[in-house]
Nanobody, 124 residues
Framework: QVQLVESGGGLVQAGGSLRLSCAAS????????MGWFRQAPGKEREFVAG????????YYSNSVKGRFTISRDNAKNMVTLQMNSLKPEDTAVYYC?????????????????WGQGTQVTVSS
């Protein structure tokens, strides 16, 4: 069982930055692939970024590539999402998720563990 708690959301102007953090419980954090997803009102949950258990591979959606960076610290059981050059269309609830297996990182149903989400609002 893995428990995930996100933090760092808030209101920011377009062009600004935010850093989301996800703290994970459990001693086997380093075994898990981690992902960030987001869901805007009236839209389906979408993949944002993923990082494999060792941190050796990172994946991004086309909409955030070059602006967002996912990283992890296995010693601290933490994964972060640095978001730069934010746009109003980045407004959503952002969720941290974890799973075993380093494949199909962009598929939400592959992730059994989810945090409660943190709101990110980007004003124009």
């Amino acid at each position: 069982q893995v428990q995930l708690v996100e933090s760092g959301g808030g209101l920011v102007q377009a062009g600004g930055s935010l850093r989301l953090s996800c703290a994970a419980s459990g001693r086997t954090f380093s075994y898990y692939t981690m992902g960030w997803f987001r869901q805007a009102p009236g839209k389906e949950r979408e993949f944002v970024a993923g990082i494999t258990s060792s941190g050796g591979r990172r994946y991004y959606s086309n909409s955030v590539k070059g602006r967002f960076t996912i990283s992890r610290d296995n010693a601290k059981n933490m994964v972060t999402l640095q978001m730069n050059s934010l746009k109003p269309e980045d407004t959503a609830v952002y969720y941290c998720a974890s799973r075993s297996g380093d494949y199909n990182l962009d598929v939400a149903v592959e992730y059994p563990y989810w945090g409660q989400g943190t709101q990110v609002t980007v004003s124009s």
